[in-house]
């Protein structure tokens, strides 16, 4: 299934309303699945090879990869994810360690985040569960003009199951909703918004599967005001 062929919107609540947080991130750190310390490692060398002053989580559940923030580097985060209770916790996790930290809940498909724009914005498997053309539109207006956009979505595997079996079965619930993005698609979405791929990177967990990691940043040709004059 790809999403670039299932790209409508969701009609009834989000399957991720229904997750307890313990069991998401029980399931992320198992050895067999072990994308929770993959994704924090990512996100850990975007921030050290970009000191991002302010940085936007998307899709940020519990904080994974928070801890990975420097706040002498970074004053303010902004936090945004449909389920209230994953934001509580975070909260309690985080408060105090920032200048600045917000969060908000919302639908990102449906809703633009109310901040200033970020000079990071982090959006690690999220593309999978909305709308990619719709959120994508909401994330462009996050990103400050000389910020970047990282964003990691998962490979279309047909010898994997989408969600891998665990002992955290209620993740099962995931499974329907969850629809690959090919990185194809995502960079054509961000192009037409004047936001270009600057790299693509193709990483693994131990347990063998695969994600892509896409770095965005505004073009520069297109910002430009004397582009185009005599
Ligand atoms: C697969 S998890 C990724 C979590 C996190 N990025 C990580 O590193 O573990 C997807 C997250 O996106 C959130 N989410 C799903 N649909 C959303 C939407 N439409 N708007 C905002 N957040 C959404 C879920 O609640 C969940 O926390």
Redesign the pocket.
């Known amino acids: 299934m790809d999403g670039s062929a299932a790209a409508a919107r969701?009609t009834g609540p989000?399957p991720?309303?229904d997750?307890p947080?313990d069991a998401?991130?029980a399931h992320?750190a198992l050895p067999e699945v072990g994308?929770?310390p993959m994704?924090?490692d990512i996100?850990g060398a975007l921030l050290r090879e970009h000191l991002p002053e302010t940085v936007a989580?998307?899709?940020?559940?519990?904080g994974?990869?928070l801890e990975r923030i420097d706040p002498a580097a970074t004053s303010r985060v902004v936090c945004?994810?449909?389920?209230q209770q994953?934001l509580d916790v975070l909260r309690e996790r985080h408060q105090g360690r920032f200048a600045r930290l917000q969060t908000t809940?919302?639908?990102?498909?449906?809703r633009l985040v109310l901040c200033e724009p970020v000079s990071l914005v982090?959006?690690?498997?999220?593309f999978?569960?909305?709308d990619p053309c719709a959120?994508m539109n909401r994330i462009a207006h996050l990103i400050a003009d000389d910020g970047i956009l990282a964003t990691?979505v998962q490979e279309h595997d047909t010898d994997r199951p989408a969600v891998t079996p665990s002992p955290y079965t209620c993740l099962e619930a995931?499974a329907p909703a969850l629809r690959h993005v090919a990185p194809s698609r995502l960079a054509a979405l961000a192009a037409g918004l004047g936001l270009y791929e600057m790299r693509r990177q193709r990483v693994a967990t131990a347990a063998g599967k695969h994600f892509t990691v896409q770095v965005f940043q505004r073009d520069p040709v297109a910002m430009d005001p004397d582009e185009g004059e005599a």
Do not use: K
């Open positions: 969701r989000s991720w309303l997750i947080l998401y991130e992320m994308q929770a994704l924090a996100f989580v998307l899709g940020c559940a519990g994974n990869g945004v994810d449909i389920n994953y809940c919302l639908d990102i498909e449906r982090w959006a690690a498997l999220l999978e569960y909305v959120a990691v995931l």
